[in-house]
């Protein structure tokens, strides 16, 4: 049965579609240990850069690893390309970089990735021609020989994500890709994922880095306690439903003015003329902080508070420590090629 | 720099993987981590030591029969068992290792079939045993020749060795009877003359008539002869000597000699090819010579043994071993071969066997379970044994007329465990070749395509079927 689906909104092609999704790990007796991911329904355009938010146990991972088939749903249904994702053509389709890139250690960063491209059945030059392309993509020409044993977990990332790209996937899967990279390191690889989806490649992340999330991703989930507890585009998100912008054409200075100075007369203040927009980190920890209040963490490990929420409940000077990428716009790497 | 698409047919979506290209993979994947790992010449360096100094710790008698037990029973042999060892270790690693190390989650995402990625592991895991099986053989064969022949100076010597040591023989036995006919008759007429007890069985005193009429037929009182018909097939081709060998026990397990009178006559002429007088030792096997120009062209032998009244004491041999013929089937080399290669279809079955338990339980649990394997198919023979006897439990005190429930019981648990182990039962092919026992190629097919190709089969299957179940967790 083929499933495919037609956004109505932007008439884009929905290639993974999560209907009431629930996993629920049990132990040997089959008691009920820990409730993962509760009822999760989610959909996924081609092109779109989409990622999974939520403090540490949310529930990010074991959604990505459902994705990708490597675990099964306790119920609902997940639909890739209109198919199960645990059939072999569809994970033809995909491609996936684990949380921790758990690479042969003995082989080099050539040969992993001429492993990898020998089970998706590539033909020995084609397997060559895109094992070179991804070691200049990723900068490990000068160690690509070296066993990967020896390699920097920031280097053994970046083996990781060619994997991912050794089959040119339409589908990108990535668990905290550019968890262990620098900065100049991590923006490359945002660079490659947003020209990746320009050119029509779908990519579903999960991230701790809100930063990276809000830089990138087109549409984001936010997951707390195995739940969904918000969807859609940034803008939408951050965008304060409780207040009013009163939006003047940049022509018309003189009623501006007016308006300025009647509020200023009246309330004795300037007021700030812009677009309101919440910052997604205040958004992400408030979203939390409502969950918490208004119910108790029983099976979860997000009962404890994560890294980042941790992280984010320092001061402003702190967020700044971590790495900022620039913006999104202008950004896209112009030398992937076009998809078939 | 640019990264170029891969084209595909109708989006990709109709890509059916094959299955080879995953099974080439994963078994130059599972060479090079025996070889970068060091652990194939750990191997090699534990099998060379073993060649090395099993025969410098058990000397052997001297003989050039002596020597080949040495290296080809206990040093090959001892061998097999390290590598037997290893297969399971190696088996349990396989999959087990992708799992703990976390490497599963990446290669279990992408296309290659749970079959296809057992299939692999495996045959890369067979590569290397068998690479190393046979370099020990190799590495044996150049020891026993170096070694015997050096025994031998001269030509004639060497030739005598050839001839006597470095041949396979295959087993000829006489013409057995079927005493069913024979025992139903007395039967009827013992229970005619109500001789039969009551408590008694009608099969089982059936089955003690047949045994008693075979014991006897196969006993000789003083001065009595029996004769035995051999058929040759095709004849014998007059190039090679044909061995006719028995062990006759007397009425006492005494040390005392006996004499027994042969004659050896082709069967359908009556022409005597041989007549002698033997002195056995009750017990032990005798070995007569009949010589190849002798026995030429002959297409059915008849042996006739005469107990001379010198010996004053009625003496048998076992009806389940009457005498019997061993004629040559082949060289030494050939037969070696065989057994090599039985040896490999074990190692074969044996690292699969602790591949399965490696898909289904941990490291320790999956070695043990597999050790428990190996023990259970090496005592396999036993379970036939027991099986097929009708009482299990046995009083001095009492004489049965029927098995009680335990010893149904019991045959039923010994039954089991026979049809379960008995067919995946480890042979031990290096006693042939030492007992100059031709191994029959039927015997070669049966261990390659049961062991090391039907059972191997059977049990990927229920590995993939497992690891399709298998979920991938590490810390949820």
Known sequence: MHAVQQRENGNRETVVVLRDLTKIYRDFWRRTRIRAVQ????????????????????????????????????????????????????????????????????????????????????????????????????????????PIGQYSRGMVRRVGLAQALINDPDIIVLDEPTAGMDPLASRQVKDILRSLADHGRTVILSSHLLADVEDICDRIAVLYNGRLRAVGTVEELLVHEDRFIVSLPAADTDLLRMITGEIRRRMGSEPEVSHPRRNLEDFFLELIRTAKDTETADFSGASEPGLVAEYLSHGEEDKHTLPRASSRQGNGNDNIADPP | ??????????????????????????????????????????????????????????????????????????????????????????????????????????????????????????????????????????????????????????????????????????????????????????????????????????DEALRMLQYALAVRDASLAPGQSRTWIYDLDNGLTGDHAVLLKFRAVGPTHGAAALFLDWTISEGLSGRTLLEKQIRCLPGREETIVIPAAAAGGVRLLSVRCTNPRVNRTPLTFDPARLPWLEIYAGGFEANYLRSVIILCANLVFLCSIGMLSGCIFSLPTAAFTSLWWLLMVNLAPYFHTMAGKRFIFYSHHEVKSAPTFWDNLFRLFFSLLDRLFYPLRITDPLQQVVEAHSIPWSQVFYEVLFKGVAAVLVMSLVAALILSRRQYIRNP
């Open chain 1, 39 to 146: 009822h999760l329904s989610i959909e996924v355009s081609r092109g779109e850069v989409f990622g999974l938010l939520g403090p540490n146990g949310s529930g990010k991972t074991t959604t990505l690893k459902m994705l990708v088939g490597l675990l099964h749903p306790t119920s609902g249904s997940i639909s890739i390309l209109g198919r199960s994702p645990r059939s072999a053509a569809t994970r033809h389709l995909l491609g996936y970089l684990p949380e921790e890139s758990l690479l042969y250690p003995f082989l080099s960063a050539r040969e992993a990735l001429d492993f990898y491209g020998q089970l998706f059945d590539l033909p020995a030059a084609e397997r060559r021609r895109r094992v070179d392309q991804l070691l200049e993509m990723t900068g490990l020409v000068h160690v690509a020989d070296r």
């Open chain 2, 1 to 202: 720099m640019t990264i170029s698409p891969i084209h595909r047919e109708d989006g990709g979506r109709a890509h059916r993987p094959s299955a080879t290209c995953p099974i080439t993979a994963l078994m130059l994947l599972s060479i090079r981590r025996s070889v970068r790992s060091r652990l194939l010449l750990a191997l090699l360096i534990l099998c060379a030591g073993t060649i090395t100094f099993v025969p410098l710790a058990i000397r052997g008698d001297g003989t050039p029969e002596g020597y080949l037990l040495v290296f080809v029973r206990y040093a090959l042999g001892g061998s097999m068992a390290l590598l037997s060892v290893a297969a399971i270790w190696l088996g349990c690693l396989a999959i087990d290792a992708e799992f703990e190390q976390g490497s599963s989650e990446l290669l279990f995402s992408k296309p290659a079939s749970r079959w296809s990625i057992w299939m692999g592991n495996l045959a890369g895991a067979a590569i290397v045993l068998t690479a190393v099986m046979l370099l020990a053989a190799a590495s044996v064969y150049g020891l026993v020749r170096l070694r015997i022949f050096s025994v031998a100076a001269e030509p004639e010597e060497k030739s005598l060795l050839r001839e006597r040591l470095f041949v396979a023989r295959r087993i000829v036995c006489p013409r057995q009877e079927d005493y069913r006919v024979r025992a139903s008759r007395l039967l009827e007429k013992l229970d005619r003359n109500r001789w039969i007890g009551a408590g008694m069985a009608r």
